[in-house]
C-alpha cells in the first residue's frame, strides 16, 4: 500500500526546543491526521485538517494542511519530556481509508 | 465515554492455525478500521467495515477477512497463519459519516511461531 514520506525520520532536541516535522504524498488528499504513539500502545489522535492551507493547533501543538493538499506539517513548541515518542501523519481521501507516515521518532534530552 | 476496547491485548499462536480479534469501537460510531503495524511496512489498512458492510479494503490476501455486527462491534479473522502475520493489529473507530477521523484502540500483540 500506499506510504507516506515524513521527515526526518529521527530528532534529538533539548527540553525547550521547538520541533518541525512534515509528510509529504504523491497523492492529494482530502484529510490530513497527525498521531503520536508510545512503544506498545496504539496511536493517539493529536490534530486533524480538512481543508488546504488549514492551521490548527492543540496546546503546544500546531499542524497546517498543505495548499496543495500533498503535504502537511506538524509544529512542537518549547519540548518537554513527554513528548517523546514516534509522531505519524496519515492522509486520506477515501472515507476511513487512510495511508500513514513512516514516522519521526523524538527523543527529548531533560 | 469509553475509548477503543481490543481484545485481546496479547496472542502467540502457531504456524497455520487461525485467530479471531475483537474490537468494540467508541459508543454512537458506526465505522471500524482495522490496521496491521509491522516495524518493516509500517501502519497499512486491512478494511473497513461501516454499518456491517466493508466499505473498503486494502492489499492484503483473502486469508484476512472481518465481520462488524449490528451494535458496530467487530472482528477480524486471519486463517492459515504465517510467521509474516506477527504483528499489531490495531482497530480505529470512527463516527463514519461527517468529518473524518479515526480513534485507535491500544492493539492487539500477535506473535506466531
Known amino acids: 500500500g500506499q506510504q507516506l514520506n515524513q521527515s526526518p525520520q529521527s530528532m534529538f532536541i533539548q527540553e525547550g526546543e521547538d520541533v518541525s516535522m512534515n509528510c509529504t504524498s504523491s497523492?492529494?488528499?482530502?484529510?490530513w491526521l497527525w498521531y503520536k504513539q508510545d512503544p506498545g500502545e496504539g496511536p493517539v489522535l493529536l490534530i486533524a485538517?480538512?481543508?488546504?492551507?488549514e492551521l490548527t493547533s492543540n496546546g503546544r501543538l500546531t499542524a497546517q494542511f498543505g495548499t496543495t493538499r500533498k503535504d502537511s506539517f506538524l509544529n512542537i513548541s518549547a519540548s518537554i519530556p513527554s513528548d517523546v515518542g514516534i509522531y505519524f501523519c496519515a492522509g486520506s481521501n477515501t472515507g476511513n481509508q487512510f495511508y500513514f507516515g513512516t514516522g519521526t521518532s523524538l527523543t527529548v534530552i531533560p | 465515554k469509553a475509548g477503543v476496547t481490543q481484545t485481546p491485548r496479547y496472542l502467540i499462536k502457531t504456524r497455520g492455525q487461525q485467530v479471531t480479534l475483537s474490537c468494540s469501537p467508541i459508543?454512537?460510531?458506526?465505522?471500524v478500521s482495522w490496521y496491521q503495524q509491522t516495524p518493516g511496512q509500517g501502519l497499512q489498512f486491512l478494511f473497513e467495515y461501516f454499518s456491517e458492510t466493508q466499505r473498503n479494503k486494502g492489499n492484503f490476501p483473502g486469508r484476512f477477512s472481518g465481520r462488524q455486527f449490528s451494535n458496530s462491534r467487530s472482528e477480524m479473522n486471519v486463517s492459515t497463519l504465517e510467521l509474516g502475520d506477527s504483528a499489531l493489529y490495531l482497530c480505529a473507530s470512527s463516527p463514519g459519516t461527517g468529518r473524518t477521523e479515526a480513534f485507535f484502540g491500544q492493539g492487539t500483540r500477535l506473535t506466531v511461531v
Open positions: 485538517l480538512y481543508k488546504a492551507g
Open positions: 497523492s492529494i488528499f482530502n484529510t
Open positions: 459508543s454512537g460510531h458506526r465505522s
